[in-house]
């Protein structure tokens, strides 16, 4: 019954691979392991005992997640931000927080041999590490974000030569303001920009 009511709260909490995992979730998955096992451990206990916390829990990691989709300051505060550790081929060592062969290693995982080779790479909140390769030939480079729901990426934009009035202007070209945008990418030739509904 316990078995069942832990797989039944996860599928609730719509947990992905551990892998996955933010370090929110990774709590709530060993708090959950944890006050599951009482009632396995001390058999004279009520059943009570273990499935009471392990819905509380799903109720408080489900209350959690709705903060996270409606509070962009509350989520970036829990989960953390994206870390631009390569930009343009060159690796940025002071936000490294990585060993360099831990990065070699990542980089090596996505068939790229090189930082050279690298538009622009990222350390994410759960770790693991994004890369964008140099553009081929006279292609466009890939689109990095100046704007996700309200957070400003300051250093994409410093990337491109330009600061926040300069996103404010670009902004008002599209006849919009921060508050509106869900999604602005922007290459440095051109951008596309992604409205809240």
């Known amino acids: 019954l316990i078995y069942l009511c832990v797989l039944f709260s996860m599928r609730l ?3 992905r691979q551990l892998g996955e995992l933010q370090p929110a979730e990774l709590v709530t998955t060993l708090l959950i392991s944890n006050v599951a096992s009482i009632c396995i451990d001390e058999p ?9 916390p392990i819905f509380l829990i799903t109720a408080l990691e489900i209350l959690n997640s709705t903060l996270v989709w409606f509070c962009p ?4 505060l829990l989960l953390g931000k994206p870390v631009t550790i390569i930009r343009n081929g060159e690796i940025l060592q002071a936000q490294l927080r990585i060993t360099a062969s ?8 996505k ?25 081929q030939d006279g292609g466009e480079p890939p689109m990095l974000p100046l704007l996700i729901d309200k ?5 994409n934009l410093a990337f491109f030569g330009m ?24 290459n440095g030739k051109k951008s596309i920009l992604i409205q809240k509904k």
Do not use: C, H
């Open 111 to 135: 068939d790229i041999f090189s930082p050279k080779d690298v538009y622009w790479g990222v350390i994410e909140p759960n770790g693991s590490i994004t890369a964008a390769p140099m553009p």
């Open 151 to 155: 957070a400003v990426y300051k250093e």
């Open 163 to 186: 600061d926040t009035a300069a996103l404010d202007a670009l902004l008002r070209r599209e006849q919009t303001t921060r508050e509106a945008v869900l999604l602005l990418l922007y």
């Open 13 to 15: 909490m719509g947990k």
């Open 102 to 109: 831990d990065l070699a290693e990542a980089l090596r995982g």
């Open 73 to 76: 300051k509350y989520a970036q």
């Open 44 to 52: 004279d206990l009520p059943l009570s005992a273990s499935l009471v």
